[in-house]
């Protein structure tokens, strides 16, 4: 019992997680991070050297929570299962529902519903056998934001509307607060901007004095709701209130949306000028979190395989240690034998024959840990191309929606300048030309197809050598779409054409690939 309640209180200590600063400050982060990886996984050898089950979970735990932080999701997942695995043979308690809980948010930010969907359901039905009433609230909250995402509303609320009766049931502000803004955020989606902002002033009027980053969060979402309803004056209050205090905490993601909300609210009012702004410091912003977030969990791994490289050597020394001590046992047995009389010739011989069955045994148990090794880094490296092929279609959804927030921008800014009678018609016309030159930038393509390569080595060279005629890099970029089994209406504004021109360019594509008429064209493309 003692050791449970030691993992409940680490499952909601606040944990490090590196900012920005100078290079020396970065490599000085750097450094921590890996001394604090090597020790957690010291104390986690340590605790299995012990077996504890209690402190070995503790200590899985820890690590998940870290690899979580640094956004290497595969080794938290990994950690989390290791937990609830030393576990399972004890009774399933409020430590089991949160684990369950922090593995299905993690594929709920990753966007793979139906997996976050089954872990959260666990939880919340481990948390109402055991009457851990917050743990289920909060698993009903995490529901209801996934049904959200999937557009299946009704549900949305459901799931909210028994997470903040639960709240209400054990008196938790803080939770009832979060719920209000979820609950926003539901009829925001659906357009009843009343309704949506009343919560969302719920939600403030708890976070007001408390919690800034909590609160910001809420003044964006009331922001949007003051914008999408025509008051862009009060839009730009509450927005330029939300920056404010993001500023102050050092809160880059929430910046980067307040930026993106005043640059619409500014091109609402006809303030073109500061809505190019906004929206570039936006741009800005957007392309060093997702640089800053790649080089983390980069150097996360990196730190995590140079460990497990050691490790491995250590294991190979001390293996190799036992095998000459083994020999020279071997040896010196054989001596003392070959010394002895002829009286201990039984005794020896029967004591080398044992010898060499330990031997044999030592052996055959080396290559069954070989093998088990393989078969869990190979289980582990499909579960790595599985995230990378979730965060690849992610990043072509946020390409999509970049494309159209700078088209849309730049369609608006042209209309604007065709009006003769406005004074800033010459100024408006360079800023069109020059968003439109910020579409054409290729080096989104480039990390594009340079993760998709990493996915699917050999792709485009084994596509080229079965065509028929050469495929041009437009067709290339259509059939590596198509390959992460995009529909047309998804791709065109990747493109940015019109889906009825992906079909067209779906079509050309058949005719130079040796496809059978029966035969689906992303049929014949995923065999690749």
């Not at 490296?381 to 999509?400: F, V």
Request: net charge positive; glycine share 6%; aromatic share 8%.
């Amino acid at each position: 019992m003692y050791s449970t309640y030691k993992i409940i209180l680490l499952l909601f200590l606040p944990f490090f997680c590196p900012g920005q600063g100078t290079k020396a400050e970065t490599h000085t982060l750097h450094t921590f991070r890996d001394s604090l990886l090597t020790a957690y996984k010291s104390e986690l050898k340590k605790a299995i050297r012990q077996g504890d089950t209690g402190i070995m979970a503790q200590k899985h735990i820890r690590l998940g929570d870290f690899y979580r932080k640094n956004e290497v999701f595969t080794e938290a997942i990994a950690r989390y299962n290791e937990a609830l695995g030393t576990l399972s043979g004890t009774r399933q308690d409020s430590v089991h529902s949160v684990l369950n809980r922090k593995i299905g948010e993690i594929y709920l930010s990753l966007k793979i519903f139906s997996k976050a969907r089954q872990y959260l359901e666990q939880s919340k039905a481990i948390a109402l056998q055991t009457g851990y009433k917050k743990g289920q609230a909060r698993a009903e909250g995490l529901l209801g934001t996934c049904a959200e995402k999937e557009g299946n509303y009704l549900k949305a609320l459901e799931h909210q509307q028994q997470s903040l009766e639960l709240f209400e049931q054990i008196g938790d502000s803080r939770g009832i607060a979060f719920v209000h803004e979820n609950i926003g955020s539901v009829y925001e989606d659906l357009r009843q901007y009343d309704i949506a902002f009343e919560h969302f002033a719920r939600s403030l009027s708890y976070f007001e004095g408390r919690d800034d980053e909590a609160q910001t969060g809420v003044l964006n979402n009331m922001g949007d709701v003051y914008r999408k309803t025509g008051n862009h004056t009060r839009a730009l209050e509450y927005t330029s209130k939300a920056l404010q205090m993001a500023e102050r905490n050092n809160d880059l993601h929430q910046q980067k949306s307040a930026h993106q909300d005043l640059s619409e609210a500014y091109a609402g009012m006809g303030d073109y000028r500061k809505a190019y702004e906004h929206l570039a410091v936006y741009d800005a912003m957007y392309k060093e979190l997702n640089e800053n977030r790649d080089i983390n969990s980069f150097n996360t791994l990196q730190a995590a395989y140079d460990i497990n490289q050691k490790e491995a050597q250590i294991r190979v020394l001390e293996h190799r240690n036992e095998v000459i001590t083994a020999n020279r046992n071997l040896i010196l047995v054989t001596a003392i034998a070959l010394l002895s009389l002829g009286g201990f010739a039984y005794v020896y011989r029967s004591r080398k024959r044992q010898m060499k069955v330990k031997l044999q045994e030592y052996r055959q148990h080396l290559l069954r840990a070989e093998l088990d090794r393989k078969e869990t880094e190979e289980r582990r490296l499909q579960d790595e191309i599985s995230l990378k092929t979730a965060a690849l279609s992610r990043y072509s959804l946020n390409m999509a929606q970049k494309n159209k927030l700078v088209a849309d921008t730049a369609s608006a800014l042209k209309k604007i300048a065709s009006r003769k009678q406005m004074d800033a018609h010459a100024r408006v016309r360079s800023l069109a030309r020059e968003l439109d030159n910020n579409l054409q930038i290729e080096e989104e393509w480039d990390e594009f197809m340079g993760f998709f390569k990493d996915i699917h080595p050999g792709f485009f060279r084994k596509l080229s050598a079965v065509a028929t005629e050469k495929l041009s890099s437009a067709e290339l970029r259509l059939a590596m779409l198509l390959r992460l089994n995009l529909s047309s209406k998804e791709i065109a504004p990747i493109l940015r054409v019109t889906p009825d021109s992906v079909r067209v360019a779906r079509y050309r594509l058949r005719k130079k690939l040796p496809i059978p008429p029966k035969q689906e064209l992303v049929g014949f493309l995923m065999e690749f």
